[in-house]
C-alpha cells in the first residue's frame, strides 16, 4: 500500500466516503506524496511521453502559431507567452528556439512565462530552460502574469484537472464516491450527491443504470479565467489535449503508470490520474466571454501548420536512420492511429481575427 493510499484510507475511516474529484487531487497534488509534487512522471523512464517530449517539430509548429496569433493581433508590446503546466520545460525551450529565428526584436521584448504549482517540476523547468537569454519568470496562477495582452499554450493541461463523476442510480445521477469496502479497500459507490439536470449530456435520460457520467467545474473555471483574462487585455490561445468534440455518457477516469494503464485505486500517488476533455463545454465558456473559438484534431492542425514540410527539411540532410525516426515522430503526432485523431485543439482568438489553419468564424 502507498503512503498516500494509507492516508486516503484513513481519511474515509474518519470522515467518510470521498467524491472522484477529492480523490484525483490527492492523488496527483497532494504537497507530501502527490503525483506531480514527487515524482518524474515524463518521458521513457517515466509513465507517459507527451508530444513535446516526441520531437521538436511539435514546439516548432506551436510558436509559428502562436507568432501568427501575435502578429494578427497588431504585434502588442509588451507582450507576455506563457506556458500553463509546461511540465520538464521542453515545449517552451523548442518555442524560444523558433521565436527568436522568426523574430528576435519579440523574444528580446516579451515576457515569457512558466504557469506552474509543482516546485519540483518549475527547479526541473529551469534547469531545461537554463541557457536561453530569454527573460522567463515563474508563476503559480495566472494572477501574477503582468498586465499586458496574453498568448499562452497549453499541452495536456486540462486532462489532469480534477473532474467529478455522477452515475445513474434509479431515476436519477448519483455523485461517485470513494469509499471502504469490508477489508478496508478503496471501491466506488454511489453517494448521495445529485447533478444538476442540466449539467448532462442531451442523451442522458436514456442511459442505462450504473452508467456514468463526467462533469468539470475546476476545468470550467480555469478556462474562464484564462479567457476572461483575454477578453479583458487581448491575446491568444492555443490547448491541446486528449478529449471528445461533443459531450456524451461514460466513464473515462484512468490511470497510467509506466507506460500502461492500470486500476485507478490501486496505487494513489504513484500512477499519473486523467480524465479526457470535453470540449464542448471548453468552448462554450470561450465563447460566453465573447472570443472566438476553433476546434480541430492535432493531427489535422500539425499537418496544416506545415509537419510534413519540416519533417522534409529535417530528414533532407539526415541519414536514413534518422530520416526513419523523423517519420515515426510524424506518425506518432499526427497519425490517425496515434495522437492525431485523440488528441484535439482549442485556438482561442478575438472576434473576428483569422489565424490559419482556422477560419474567422467557426
Same mark, same amino acid.
Given at each position: ?79 507576455? #507567452?506563457? =506556458?500553463?503546466? +509546461?511540465? *520538464?520545460?521542453? !515545449? &517552451? ?5 523558433? %521565436?527568436? @529565428? $522568426? ?108 452508467? #456514468?457520467? =463526467?462533469?468539470? +467545474?475546476? *476545468?470550467?473555471? !480555469? &478556462? ?5 483574462? %483575454?477578453? @479583458? $487585455? ?129
Amino acid at each position: 500500500m502507498t503512503r498516500l493510499k494509507a492516508r486516503i484510507v484513513e481519511l474515509i475511516g474518519a470522515a467518510g466516503p470521498i467524491p472522484v474529484n477529492q480523490y484525483m487531487a490527492l492523488c496527483l497534488f497532494d504537497p507530501r506524496d502527490g503525483y506531480y509534487t514527487t515524482r518524474e512522471p515524463f518521458g521513457a523512464a517515466g509513465d507517459f511521453v507527451t508530444a513535446p517530449e516526441i520531437s521538436q517539430m511539435f514546439g516548432e509548429l506551436v510558436a509559428v502559431w502562436l507568432y501568427e496569433a501575435w502578429l494578427a493581433n497588431g504585434r502588442p508590446m509588451p507582450v507576455t #507567452i506563457a =506556458e500553463i503546466g +509546461p511540465g *520538464r520545460g521542453t !515545449l &517552451m525551450k523548442d518555442m524560444l528556439r523558433t %521565436l527568436s @529565428r $522568426l523574430d528576435p526584436a519579440l523574444t528580446a521584448g516579451a515576457s515569457f512565462a512558466m504557469i506552474e504549482t509543482s516546485p519540483r517540476l518549475a527547479d526541473v523547468q529551469r534547469q531545461t530552460l537554463a541557457a536561453t537569454p530569454a527573460t522567463i519568470g515563474w508563476h503559480e496562477s495566472i494572477a501574477t502574469l503582468p498586465q499586458t495582452p496574453l498568448f499562452i499554450v497549453g499541452n495536456e493541461l486540462f486532462d489532469a484537472v480534477p473532474i467529478r463523476q455522477f452515475v445513474r442510480a434509479g431515476t436519477g445521477w448519483r455523485e461517485r464516491m470513494i469509499g471502504l469496502d469490508d477489508a478496508d479497500e478503496l471501491h466506488f459507490f454511489a453517494g448521495a450527491g445529485s447533478v444538476d439536470p442540466t449539467l448532462l449530456p442531451d442523451d442522458a435520460e436514456n442511459a442505462p443504470q450504473g452508467a #456514468i457520467v =463526467e462533469v468539470a +467545474p475546476a *476545468r470550467a473555471a !480555469l &478556462m474562464a479565467t484564462i479567457a476572461e483574462r %483575454l477578453a @479583458r $487585455l487581448g491575446g491568444a490561445g492555443l490547448f491541446l489535449d486528449y478529449g471528445y468534440l461533443r459531450p456524451g455518457i461514460g466513464d473515462t477516469l484512468q490511470a497510467l503508470r509506466k507506460h500502461d494503464h492500470e486500476d485507478v485505486l490501486a496505487n494513489p500517488g504513484e500512477a499519473d490520474l486523467t480524465a479526457h476533455v470535453d470540449f464542448a463545454a471548453l468552448t462554450a465558456i470561450v465563447r460566453a466571454h465573447g472570443l472566438d473559438a476553433h476546434l480541430s484534431t492535432q493531427g489535422e492542425f500539425l499537418v496544416e501548420m506545415g509537419l510534413l514540410e519540416r519533417a522534409g527539411q529535417l530528414g533532407a540532410k539526415a541519414n536514413e536512420a534518422a530520416r526513419e525516426k523523423i517519420a515515426g515522430e510524424v506518425e506518432r503526432l499526427a497519425g490517425p492511429q496515434a495522437m492525431g485523431d485523440l488528441f484535439k485543439v482549442l485556438a482561442v482568438l478575438p472576434t473576428g481575427i483569422a489565424v490559419p489553419p482556422f477560419p474567422t468564424a467557426d
